[in-house]
């Protein structure tokens, strides 16, 4: 079931999606948490640094999983998603680190360090709370609109239009990873509870298509239809679309 609130701004969103996260680790200490990067999740990271240097929460026995993360950029490199966690949220709260779990950009063995992550979720018990981001195509994390939705953790070859909207983060877009590790779509369904945070006009159509359109691999998203427990949160220019 896919329940949609719409958010004054990227500031209530981050509270609203936070206090989900805050409220899943007061119910379950041990919680597993799958994580995501991009400049739409860090109000989130903010609010919980914030709640745990207020003393609201204690993330101690927490574990992490991160989606996705680019192949071949070490884990000190400024654009990888290890240290972009690092830097937005784990440096502030108190996971241990190596309760925290990022795909290795630099694994010899590709297919081994998909398929070992996999296997660290499920021995984890799962994903309790996942967080989403949306990309203007309707991709989540690394997957990209596709002839079939992809199953289980996976290398993929980033779309020029992934690319083109990553790029602002590097010198040029020709230092933009071409590959990533990410994620599967199945792997994305099996968590507990999904939030999947979108802002701005550029994500209406997109929404639109997530909430409102045919289930279908062209837009990866809308398979969250068929997710029992998914909250939505946006803000009303992207929400701008949504007919109901």
């Known amino acids: 079931m896919m329940k949609v609130h719409i958010c004054k701004d990227t500031e209530a969103m981050g509270k609203a999606a936070a206090a989900l996260f805050i409220a899943c680790v007061e119910e379950k200490p041990n919680a597993v948490l799958g994580l995501a990067t991009g400049s739409t999740p860090i109000p989130t990271y903010s609010e919980m640094a914030k709640a745990y240097q207020t003393g609201v929460i204690d993330f101690s026995k927490v574990t ?11 884990p000190t490199h400024e654009q990888s998603y290890r ?31 998909c398929g070992n992550y996999e296997a660290m979720i499920d021995a984890a018990g799962g994903i309790d709370l996942q967080i989403l981001g949306l990309g203007n195509n309707g ?3 690394f997957n990209e609109p596709a002839d ?7 290398t ?19 230092e933009v990873p071409r590959k990533a590790y990410t994620m599967g779509i199945g792997s994305i369904m099996k968590a ?11 994500k209406a159509d997109a929404v639109a298509a997530m909430v409102e359109g045919p ?24 929400a701008a679309k949504l007919t109901k």
């Open 215 to 238: 289930v279908t691999p062209q837009c990866p998203a809308s398979i969250l239809q068929f997710h029992p427990n998914v909250v939505v949160l946006v803000d009303e220019a992207a």
């Open 148 to 154: 079939a939705f992809a199953a289980t953790t996976h």
């Open 83 to 113: 240290y972009f966690m690092e830097t937005n949220l784990f440096k502030h709260i108190n996971i241990p680190t190596e309760s925290t779990h990022v795909l290795s950009g630099l694994a010899a063995d590709p297919e081994a360090e």
């Open 156 to 174: 993929v070859t980033l779309t020029e239009s992934t690319i083109e909207a990553n790029k602002r983060f590097f010198e040029s877009a020709d």
């Open 139 to 141: 991709h989540i994390a």
């Open 64 to 74: 992490t999983f991160n989606l996705d993360e680019y192949v071949g950029l070490a």
């Open 192 to 202: 507990k509870k999904i939030v999947l945070l979108a802002n701005g006009a550029a």
